[in-house]
């Protein structure tokens, strides 16, 4: 049981530090105010109502687009911190608190007892009957 307690913890804290680490972005297409497709990683699909440009024709008014590219970088760490920044305070409260998960609580991994199982008494005469009292 210990020993799978420790590869469970130990899975887990590779994976937190795998995760952060990575870096990632978050792609929105949002048409009108209203959010139309998100991806991460990739560029989110448009709904296909961008204006069209056309060069040749000029407008005197400017029309804004309807539609709005957001696009958002989660960056994650690039350097992890090394054994040397923890002070010597954090070294004393990781070693009490070892101490006292190790030595101080105690554990529940006792054998359990056995026991032969209950054998009841033979029934030689039935009470009920003889004084005729009944539960109803």
């Not at 130990?10 to 995760?19: E, G, Q, R, S, Y």
């Not at 709904?47 to 000029?58: D, F, K, L, P, S």
């Not at 054994?83 to 054998?111: G, N, R």
Request: charged share 20%.
């Amino acid at each position: 049981m210990r020993k799978f307690l420790k590869h469970t913890c130990a899975l887990i804290l590779a994976f937190l530090v795998l995760c952060s680490t990575f870096s990632f972005t978050i792609n929105e297409h949002i048409c009108g105010g209203v959010k139309m497709s998100v991806a991460i990683g990739v560029d989110a699909d448009n709904c296909g109502m961008e204006m069209e440009t056309n060069i040749a024709v000029e407008t005197t008014m400017q029309q804004t687009p309807c539609c709005d590219d957001v696009t958002t970088l989660i960056q994650g760490q690039d350097e992890l911190p090394s054994q040397q920044d923890v002070d010597f305070t954090t070294h004393t409260f990781i070693k009490a608190f070892v101490y006292s998960y190790i030595f101080v609580l105690p554990t529940t991994d006792h054998e359990k007892a056995v026991y032969k199982p209950y054998v009841p008494p033979p029934l030689i005469k039935d009470i009920q009957l003889l004084d005729e009292t009944f539960l109803i």
